[in-house]
């Protein structure tokens, strides 16, 4: 069993800056694509990014430029950076972690949220 633990969400002003933090347990860290995804309210859950144990990373098109995901495979942590703050980034946040190499087996976070107004 793999436990992910979110932090690091709050409330930010437009323009400003959040850095998320996922802590993973339970599991060989380095096994797992790792990412971030978000749900605003009424909206359904999306990809934001993620990241390969090789530290490939990929962004959804809304947040490429502005968030850097990142992992310390020897922390068994990944984290989002997230800059320039906008409204529509309201939502919360969710930690992912999946195994290709175990027929795509997934684990999410519990969630934090992220609010973005001034």
């Known amino acids: 069993q793999v436990q992910l633990v979110e932090s690091g969400g709050g409330l930010v002003q437009p323009g400003g800056s959040l850095r998320l933090s996922c802590a993973a347990s339970?599991?060989?860290?380095?096994?797992?694509?790792m990412g971030w995804y978000r749900q605003a309210p009424g909206k359904q859950r999306e990809l934001v990014a993620t990241?390969?144990?090789?530290?490939?990373?990929a962004y959804a098109d809304s947040v490429l430029g502005r968030f850097v995901i990142s992992r310390d495979n020897a922390k068994n942590s990944v984290s989002l950076q997230m800059n320039s703050l906008k409204p529509e980034d309201t939502a919360v946040y969710y930690c992912?972690?999946?195994?290709?190499?175990?027929?795509?087996?997934?684990?999410w976070g519990k969630g934090t949220l992220v609010t973005v107004s001034s």
């Open positions: 339970g599991t060989i860290f380095s096994s797992y694509v």
């Open positions: 992912n972690a999946v195994n290709y190499g175990r027929g795509g087996i997934t684990y």
């Open positions: 990241i390969t144990s090789g530290k490939v990373t």
